[in-house]
């Protein structure tokens, strides 16, 4: 009987330490939870969001390779991508502060500069990279070698365009990617140093007329041309030259590093990070620019050793930019060319004075900017140009 008596006290026992585990495993729980969420809120933090804005070209290739090989090794950047359809669009959406960085041709990324100066150059994307590509109307009097190597800024391609306009007294239109490119500045020259004259207004004494046309336009701005019997060219950024030489309506008559030589090459397309992700995201953004660097080095290995390095370069270029051929893209990184190349990317001040200089001569530019206003040198890469000095 006394046992019995004891039994409801063994019981209460048994059942307040089955309602201790039980109570202990769900507060276990709830903490691995909390520890869990906490984890990712602190993964967050510490991975920040830079938005970058291209445009679907050469030019560009560094910052689809950084994204497509080391975005996930990124340990302070959420990076991520977005194409733009055309350069005005680009400049929109940068300057009303919706993106964090920008690549852009450095004369248009100046005059951005100037109108609105939210941001900072802080290292370049590439250098050299553009062509003139005419058609089959203005190569009948050029007669191009056939050898692209032998293709240089002679006074043929002048004289033609003086031809034109002395026979037809028509101005001869030259596709630009924008009248602020690189570009205008490299045709400018070009044309000043043989004697020539360009426009970008309509209806004036002069041999050519730019006019802007999106990259991926340019092609078939240059058929709808011939298709008229109408002398026609582009100065475009790689590979569009390429494109229409490899699918046989055009002609790459030159390449912009024997108009505008200079060491290492032009200055072309220059990245761009705004006051604010500079401010507030700095790790992020040099963590971004360090492995543009590393992108640069990795499509100069992979032009070098051609085979499967070279096809997975094009792999990537193409799962971004479709229109951009196989082809083209091979013949745009040709190692014997080299028209484009992708090192020494630290800022390099007096490279892009000599662009802004021949800019406002041209009328390219309206006015200079102060460069050393613009240019943000802490983002320098130790390993890309040791030879260049920055200060």
Known sequence: MENCLKFPAVFMQIKESILYSLLSCVLLSLSVDALAEETVQLSGKEKQSIKALYIPLADHYAALVAYERYRDKMKFADFQIQQMKNWDFLRAYFQSGEADMAYVMSPLAMDMFREKPHFRWIGLMHRDGN????????????????????????????????????????????????????????LYRYLKEHGLAMSMHPHTDTEVLAIAVAPSKSPAFIKSKSNRAQAAAFEQSLPWADVVETGGFGHVAWYSNDVMPWQYGHVECIALATDTAIASKF?????????????????????????????????????????????????????????????????????????????????????????????????????????????
Not at 306 to 322: C, N, Q
């Open 131 to 186: 062509a003139l590509a005419i058609n089959d109307l203005l190569n009948s009097k050029v007669q191009l070698p056939t050898s692209r190597q032998a293709r240089k800024p002679d006074g043929k391609v002048a004289a033609a365009l003086k031809s034109v306009y002395k026979d037809t007294g028509r101005q001869t239109e030259i596709g630009m990617p924008h009248l602020m490119a690189t570009h205008s500045v490299v």
């Open 283 to 391: 790790a992020a953004v040099k963590e971004v620019m360090s492995y543009i660097h590393q992108a640069g080095k990795d499509i100069e290995q992979a032009r070098n050793e051609g085979g499967d390095a070279l096809e997975a370069i094009v792999k990537i270029v193409r799962t971004h930019i479709p229109a951009h051929t196989r082809d083209a893209i091979i013949a745009s990184l040709d190692p014997n060319l080299r028209v484009i190349n992708y090192q020494y990317l630290n800022i390099d001040k007096p490279g892009i004075k000599q662009i802004m200089d021949w800019a406002v001569e041209g009328g390219i530019l309206k006015q200079a900017v102060d460069i050393d206003a613009f240019a943000d040198t802490r983002f320098h890469y130790a390993e890309a140009n040791k030879a260049v000095n920055n200060d």
